[in-house]
């Protein structure tokens, strides 16, 4: 997506120019409640120290690596680095919703987000280890179409063992947490992340003495808009850490912004457009079994990617092809990325792709 000076402009140039405080009503009492919302955090969008914007290919290759079955990006934490104390990511939402459901998830529109701009703001300590997150979407162009979630996720990707032990007694202010039990029993996602309301939402629906059910309901919805959001995130910082796994272009909004303000619009921020990693392109298609054999060759058919880890190499085999393809060849379906221990390197890496 291209902002331009009359078009649809980034979830980043949208909340940087957010002025509408986030206010609701409460039908009962009428009384209103001004809750956090994008607005709140235009000034933090101007002061981030990067803002990175997604291509479409790259927000695919994050998904399959993500979610992919027999992907292990997760079980990688200990080499993640954010290495800037603020940090903004954005993609697509749309492209990021139709990868999911090659893998099987439900991508409904219960959450509101069909569409739009998916983004998040990262604030991490030194070591870029730990730290919070807030995510953001948008499902137009208007302000009045732009969301912050109720939710701010806090992590630590040190943390080797998750102490919290979900009471459904305990008020909206309790920690979340969120796990896959069939991939992630114990693991980063459960361990590192928890997710816990924003005082002014807590406050608000604890005004509202919520009944049990009433309260499951609302934490699965707005968890439900923020949770997936993490594990593209910790890909994205993943493949980040490996130097060459990754083109980066700086945005050139010089002129662009002088037009801009000439007619009295705000400027547009500086960000980095990240692209997917240099991937050998395959092509589908089928032939039939090798002359003079009499078995059938295996039908051409599709192998979901999956990421294996030796020590700090990882090893990703890409979805491919399988079987006989008439229109093309598959040249390699391996992708390496060679990395120093996070913890120590701070970041620092070497990448190869085979």
Not at 294 to 305: D, E, F, K, T
Request: aromatic fraction near 8%; charged fraction near 25%.
């Amino acid at each position: 997506m291209v902002s331009s000076i009359f078009g649809t402009m980034r979830l980043l140039d949208q909340i940087s120019s957010s002025e509408l405080p986030f206010i609701v009503t409460n039908n009962s009492s009428a009384a209103n409640h001004r809750l956090q919302g994008p607005a709140d955090f235009a000034h933090d969008l101007h002061r981030c120290s990067l803002r990175y914007v997604l291509t479409d290919e790259l927000v695919k290759v994050c998904t399959a690596l993500a979610f992919s079955r027999g992907a292990k990006t997760l079980d990688c934490a200990d080499l993640i680095h954010i290495s800037a104390p603020s940090v903004w990511i954005e993609w697509c939402d749309a492209v990021h919703r139709r990868e999911l459901a090659k893998y099987a998830f439900q991508t409904g529109d219960s959450t509101g987000l069909r569409g739009g701009r998916r983004g998040a703001l990262l604030k991490t300590d030194a070591l870029g280890r730990k730290g919070s997150i807030k995510v953001f979407w948008s499902t137009g162009a208007n302000e009045l179409e732009l969301f912050a979630s109720p939710l701010t996720v806090l992590f630590d990707l040190d943390v080797t063992e998750n102490p919290l032990r979900r009471a459904e007694s305990r008020p909206i202010h309790r920690d979340l947490i969120v796990a896959d039990a069939a991939h992630d029993e114990l693991g980063v996602l459960q361990r590192c992340f928890t997710f816990r309301f924003e005082e002014s939402w807590a406050s608000y629906y604890d005004d509202h003495q919520l009944s049990a059910s009433d309260l499951v309901a609302i934490e699965r919805h707005t968890l439900g808009t923020t949770a997936d959001a993490i594990p593209i995130m910790l890909v994205f910082f993943l493949l980040l850490s490996a130097r060459s796994a990754l083109s980066q272009r700086k945005s050139e909004l010089s002129n662009l912004n002088r037009a801009r303000m000439r007619i009295g619009k705000r400027p547009l921020l500086e960000h980095i457009e990240v692209h997917a990693p240099l991937i050998p392109e395959y092509s589908s298609g089928r032939e039939g079994a090798p002359q003079g054999s009499i078995r059938r060759g295996p039908r051409l058919h599709q192998v979901r990617g999956h990421l294996v880890r030796r020590g700090n190499t990882l090893y990703w085999r890409i979805p491919h092809l399988r079987g006989h393809a008439r229109w093309g060849v598959v040249k390699s379906r391996t992708v390496s990325w060679t990395l120093e221990n996070a913890a120590t390197s701070a970041g620092r890496s070497n990448a190869e792709i085979s």
